[in-house]
């Protein structure tokens, strides 16, 4: 292997580290490999900068806004309210992971999940169930369905890109339903079957918080004319108390949050601490404070300010620093009133706890919190804590009609899946039922950064000879199986990887080392392509794997292990059916 090819993979292998470190935000960890292997002369700009050019990223961005639409205007909430009518148990779980995997086989899962798993969790609730019984479940279920139709998932038409680059006709809309609809099915079946056995009991994040609110919330008063009445926050010693910390201040029925340092305090102000109250120690010894004569909670959930449950996203830049480095309250306009992780709740003062990703704040902030940061790149999930769900609004079916429209354009080859998306992203926007600010909102510049960067990537990894001498290897240790060898070689290779790190770059990093493997047999590359496009997506094991794993991680109070006990039978199912209807389908 020549030299170009040893300097590949010690970059490759760099940024697989970095991404499953989560030392950098993936698009940040890909962007970087591709600019350095474009430096050292491995690539050229042409090919650095092909993937933006590749109809991939922009089919995604305008699948984005079409998702959004579905959202915002409620669509699928009938759906989902007939969906949890019923009870728990076999039959209730079965009845909402099939309508998860249909609708996630034409529409973004993550949306998806997000819609389902506060109103699970309420569901659950009510009936005296644990929500971690159905929120892995879901997101599972989402994952399977996206491998149903060329655009249940952004990796399917990452692919179909790559193979259009690589001169092979790409993939059809339906074309992956061969084996992604026995996949789906057997594996619904198998969540269903295993899940009421492996999958605990545990306690949400957020009733763990209507159990215990009194921890993380208190009220003081301001005495009139007393020792704190006109002087500031600092000066009054309110900005070093152990374990809380002055989140607002109310002042003749107005809010004032953040609660800054210098504001000056008024005889009848209601302060609002929280944190840990548990270990105060001097805050009843304030001369010049007297208890509320109200609930600590009374006041908190009126027209201002309200509780969310939100889960830190792993390109977030609140991930491996502290609340106080990141200056969370006057940034976001929020108060953290508690941290959970792997199912537990943080013992610790909260402004010195390093956040990770899959983390769930619990968070007091004013109603208007979860519009301002729901399309930022921070949080995977914001839910308002007991709050009713969306109402299906009446342009529920217009969004509905235009997805459909995308679906059936392609579907038909009446237009190419390109085409048919921008289309419907602008009919959404004409009709009003986005808006222009809303349409951009909706798109995930970090996703479409990522794949694109990721393609230069996979270029040099193909041009430096990477990939043959990799081929090469796969294909002297599983050669001797013969060609169902090499291609549960392959699978296994993009199950781990996908894992690791994002789903998209595994798929792009296997990719050409699986066309190598098959050129190295003789075998038709399509059959590997397809392979790798369904693994790619089926990361089951960990909640770091894929982004709905980690948007349940919080929410469903689970642990890291957890993921594996469900997890590890259903990738089985989908390593055998591939293996049994891949040749079939794509003889080799």
Known sequence: MTWEGWFTLAIVAAAVCILARNLLAPVLAVLFANIILLVAGVITTEQALGGFSNPAPITVGALFIVARAVERTGM???????????????????????????????????????????????????????????????????????????????????????????????????????????????????????????????????????????????????????????????????????????????????????????LVLRGGDRLTFVGRVDMVRDLHMIRGLVSAEQEHTDGLNGSEHTFFEVVVSGASSL????????????????????????????????????????????????????????????????????????????????????????????????????????????????SGVLSLNEAKGAVDLNTLVLIGASFGVGDAIRESGLAAGLGDLVVGSLGSFGPAGVLLGVILATLMLTELITNNAAAVLIFPIALAAAAEIGADPRAFAIAVTVAASASFLTPIGYQTNTMVYGPGGYRFTDYARLGAPLTLVVIATLMLIVPRFWPF
């Open 76 to 262: 699928l909430q009938p759906i989902i309210s007939r969906t949890l009518g019923g009870e728990g148990g076999r039959g209730g779980l079965m009845k909402l992971l099939f309508p998860v995997a249909g609708a996630s086989a034409f529409l973004n899962n993550t949306p998806i999940v997000a819609m389902l798993t506060p109103q699970v969790a309420d569901w659950a609730e009510k009936r005296g169930l644990a929500p971690s019984r159905f929120l892995m479940p879901i997101s599972f279920a989402a994952i399977l369905g996206g491998t149903i139709t060329l655009i249940g998932t952004s990796t399917n038409l990452v692919v179909a890109g790559l193979m259009e680059a690589h001169g092979m006709p790409p993939i059809g809309m339906f074309e992956l339903s061969l084996v992604g609809v026995p996949i789906a099915l057997l594996g619904v079946l198998a969540i269903t079957a295993f899940a009421p056995h492996v999958l605990p009991d545990r306690r949400a994040a957020r009733e763990q918080f209507e159990q215990e609110r009194r921890e993380y919330v208190i009220q003081q008063q301001v005495a009139v004319n007393g020792p704190l009445d006109g002087i500031t926050v600092d000066a009054a010693g309110l900005r070093q108390l152990q374990g809380v910390f002055l989140a607002e201040v109310e002042r003749a029925g107005q809010v004032i949050a953040p609660a800054q340092p210098t």
């Open 319 to 430: 991930v491996g620093k502290t609340l106080k480095e990141t200056g969370f309250r006057a940034r976001f306009q929020a108060a953290v009133l508690a941290i959970h992780r792997a199912g537990e709740r943080v013992r610790a003062k909260l402004g010195t706890v390093e956040l990770r990703e899959g983390d769930t704040l619990l968070v007091l902030a004013d109603r208007g919190f979860r519009d301002r940061w729901r399309d930022s790149n921070e949080f995977l999930l914001i839910s308002h804590l007991g709050g009713a769900p969306p109402p299906s609004t009446g342009q529920a079916w217009l969004a509905g009609g235009v997805t459909a429209a995308v679906v059936f354009l392609a579907g038909t080859g009446i237009l190419p899946i390109l085409q048919a998306s921008i289309l419907g992203a602008i009919a959404l926007v004409l």
